[in-house]
């Protein structure tokens, strides 16, 4: 029962949030700005929505090529669409219950290649690892390029004294996780470090696999598309097609941060986007049809490709 409930509290306290930002924001708005933002989505130039849409798909192509190396590594293959389909199936499924996508690709491996669930979680766990530093290079990257403006946002919106205190508690949870982790004898502990070590044969392939240094490239050309499609979208509107390169790089940022901590970013993503764009003169109206429209092509993207994928791989293959 606990855990149904954790489940269900998981995809409804982020979708809760999304739905209160998206009241809130629009009830800050007259009936005539309200009429303008509507004005920006009838006149926006759709070449560049599409274009980023197109180099999107590119992204998640690069990552599926990539998935090979790790798998090969550890001697096992998989078709290219299967590893495709999987991929998108992990962006559908991260809509609903944040992080289970990542196990949701797993199984997609282990039900139509055959491959281990704890050795194809591991591969993408190892994935993630490298996605992470490229996210935390870009957030460095970012914070140099703007740092002044980028402080003065986070110390509107972000309470100090909250953080620190979260931070104390998380460490020492942490501490008692890692002691209570190296030190119990517990049954089930025992199971999980046997499927722990599984994973961690996936997370060290990286560093030891003959092919790292395409796999590395796939991995920068990842983050590379998902800031050039970011970067597209700018011109789409009037109001944000002469923004530098150093402001988009914060809206990257911010966004990424939003989709990150919430189901798909659903009210969030477009709410601090018009917000970090506001401090960049952008009007509010603006920066909030901008945040939609960015939003709204992108989750498209991925729920029509996660669609696809769940109906096309039942068709083209049969279950192990």
Same mark, same amino acid.
């Given at each position: ?15 809760? &949030?999304?739905?209160f930002?998206v ?9 005539a ?26 992204g998640?192509?690069?990552r ?5 190396y ?16 999987a991929?998108c ?11 289970s ?10 039900r ?16 993630? &690892? ?9 957030v ?8 002044g403006?980028?402080?003065e ?6 309470p100090?004294?909250?953080?620190i ?19 119990s004898k ?26 790292k240094w ?6 920068v050309?990842?983050w590379?598309?998902? &800031? ?8 789409a ?5 002469q923004?530098?390169?150093? &402001? ?10 939003a989709?990150t901590?919430?189901?798909?970013g ?15 003169a ?13 939003w ?25």
């Amino acid at each position: 029962m606990n855990k149904k409930l954790s489940k269900i509290l998981s995809i409804l306290l982020p979708l809760s &949030v999304g739905v209160f930002l998206v009241i809130y924001t629009y009830n800050q708005f007259t009936p005539a700005q309200f009429e303008e933002i509507k004005g920006y989505f009838k006149n926006a130039d759709y070449t560049y929505i599409y274009l980023s849409m197109l180099i999107g798909l590119s992204g998640h192509i690069a990552r599926a090529y990539r998935w090979k190396y790790t798998l090969n590594h550890i001697g096992y293959t998989s078709p290219f669409m299967v590893r495709f389909s999987a991929v998108c199936v992990t962006y559908l499924m991260n809509m609903t219950v944040p992080r289970s996508g990542e196990v949701s690709r797993a199984l997609v491996l282990k039900r139509y290649s055959d491959v281990p669930f704890d050795k194809g979680l591991g591969t993408i766990i190892s994935e993630r &690892v490298v996605d992470l530093f490229l996210l935390l290079f870009c957030v460095a990257g970012t914070v140099i390029l703007q740092f002044g403006t980028l402080k003065e946002y986070l110390t509107q919106t972000i309470p100090y004294q909250n953080l620190i205190v979260y931070g104390i508690c998380c460490v020492a949870l942490m501490g008692g996780a890692i002691l209570f982790y190296m030190y119990s004898k517990n049954k089930w502990l025992l199971k999980l470090k046997e499927k722990i070590s599984g994973l961690m044969e996936g997370v060290l392939s990286v560093a030891k696999m003959p092919n790292k240094w395409p796999f590395m490239f796939l991995s920068v050309y990842i983050w590379f598309s998902y &800031v050039l499609m970011f970067y597209i979208t700018i011109f789409a509107i009037p109001e944000t097609a002469q923004l530098s390169f150093g &402001v988009v790089c914060v809206g990257f940022v911010i966004g990424s941060l939003a989709v990150t901590f919430s189901n798909g970013g659903f009210g969030v993503y477009p709410a601090a986007l018009a917000g970090v764009l506001g401090l960049y003169a952008i009007p509010k109206e603006a920066g909030t049809a901008f945040g939609w429209l960015t939003w709204a092509s992108q989750t498209g993207l991925i729920v029509c490709l996660g669609a696809l994928a769940f109906l096309v791989l039942p068709l083209l293959y049969k279950r192990k």
